[in-house]
């Protein structure tokens, strides 16, 4: 399993900040990472429906960023593999490395 770390706004828009991966590459997190966003859409969606027709739930507003066809791109993220910056979406990655991912975006 590798070992992911989300931080900054990355860890707002995707729903979590740490999670474990099968994955042979990087690129292969981001795909795991965006199966589990797809899935957490529809269990949204399951969950809106169901505070509709039970007024004892209260609805709450969905989180747009987590629309399916948003899926998490290498891009999207500033990568590390063990501390050290990876530039490459095809770098291999082995059991228990670590994989940071930090918003391209920075604050002041």
Known sequence: ?????????LRTT???????VEAKTVMGV???????????????LKKQEEAKN???IKPR???EALNPHKNLKFGDAIVYVNGERCMRKGKKIADGDEIWLLSPAAGG
């Open 1 to 9: 399993m590798t070992k992911v770390k989300i931080f900054g706004v």
């Open 14 to 20: 995707i729903g979590f900040g740490y999670l474990e």
């Open 30 to 44: 981001f795909e795991e990472i965006s199966k589990i966003m797809e899935k957490g859409y529809y269990e949204d």
């Open 54 to 56: 039970n007024p004892e």
């Open 61 to 63: 507003k969905r989180n």
